[in-house]
């Protein structure tokens, strides 16, 4: 698949490693930031480069949290922690840059200083992400989402989670193909975490093969994420071994994409694998 400059081959699977320029994401919200809570761009390129050493075949950045109760970032403030980032790394490292946003003026900046993909957790349904992703040419990942983080969590309901979810998708392939954007520019997620109980977590993992059949890739994030912490019962600090377990899981279902924050870790799970499978 192209990745604007950039050609991977999703037959086996890509680690995009999470890059997160906030104060206030879940599990590393604030790392790259100096005490006076300015983002220190020289600490994101060393971890930039860090995450390319341990085998990260994607830097995904992303300026807005979205973990549940988290509110949303003025546009402003978005380009200014995302936009330096993305040109940053685009200048310096010869690796596809994803941008995890759903705003339309984000969207352009961000290809403009050198993205890749488009990461979109509201899958283009922001005024103007449509026409933003079309005019950039860049791929996009569409993801399910109930609602805005704000109160996704707040007892979400399904009339069957497998169901609404492919539905979803579906509509925003259809949205996207109307628009102008090609079906082979188009990666899906089902959004894990996003609206969900552990329950519909469960279930739409063990169904993963059923949304291969809309006949897109599958990039998916499980790491760290809250479901892993019900299942072990362990703190946000405490769940690599989950998320790297998950992360085997997914690949072996056929995910070409998984979005993980220990890369390192993924990265010698899936060199295990490949020498087992050959």
């Known amino acids: 698949m192209q990745f604007g400059r950039f050609l991977l081959d999703l037959n086996t699977p890509k680690i995009m490693g999470v890059l997160n320029t906030t104060p206030d994401s879940f599990s590393d919200g604030g790392s790259l930031h100096t005490r006076d809570g ?11 480069e860090t995450m390319l050493e341990e085998g990260a075949d994607i830097i995904d950045v992303g300026g807005e949290s979205t973990r549940p109760g988290a509110t949303a970032v003025a546009e402003d403030e978005e380009l200014r922690r995302v936009v330096p980032v993305v040109a940053a790394i ?4 010869d690796v596809p840059v994803s941008v995890d946003t759903s705003t339309a003026q984000v969207i352009q900046a961000a290809a403009d200083a050198g993205a890749s993909l488009i990461n979109d957790v ?36 399904y009339r069957n989670i497998i169901d609404d979810v492919r539905a979803f998708l579906l509509e925003r392939i259809a949205a996207c193909d109307a628009a102008g954007i090609p079906s082979e520019r188009i990666l899906i997620d089902p959004g894990f975490g996003f609206g969900k109980t552990l329950a519909h977590n469960l279930e739409l993992f063990r169904n993963l093969p059923e949304l291969q059949k809309l006949g897109r890739p599958l990039l ?7 479901m892993i912490g019900a299942i072990l019962d362990k703190p946000v600090s405490q769940r690599m071994v989950g998320s790297v377990a998950m992360a085997m899981l997914a690949a ?20 295990i694998r490949n020498m087992i499978e050959g």
Not at 38 to 48: A, F, H, K, M, N
Not at 220 to 226: D, L
Not at 253 to 266: E, F, N, P, Q, W
Request: one cysteine or more; aromatic letters at 2%.
């Open 122 to 157: 509201r899958a283009l349904r922001r005024p103007g992400a449509l026409e933003a992703v079309a005019n950039t040419g860049l791929p996009v990942c569409l993801m399910h989402m109930a609602g805005e983080p704000e109160g996704m969590q707040d007892n979400p309901e």
């Open 220 to 226: 998916i994030g499980v790491s760290r994420k809250s």
């Open 38 to 48: 300015r983002l220190e761009i020289s600490r994101v390129l060393q971890r930039v």
């Open 252 to 271: 072996q279902r056929g995910v070409a994409i998984l979005r993980v924050h220990d890369v390192s870790a993924t990265a010698d799970a899936f060199r």
């Open 90 to 93: 685009a200048h310096r490292f």
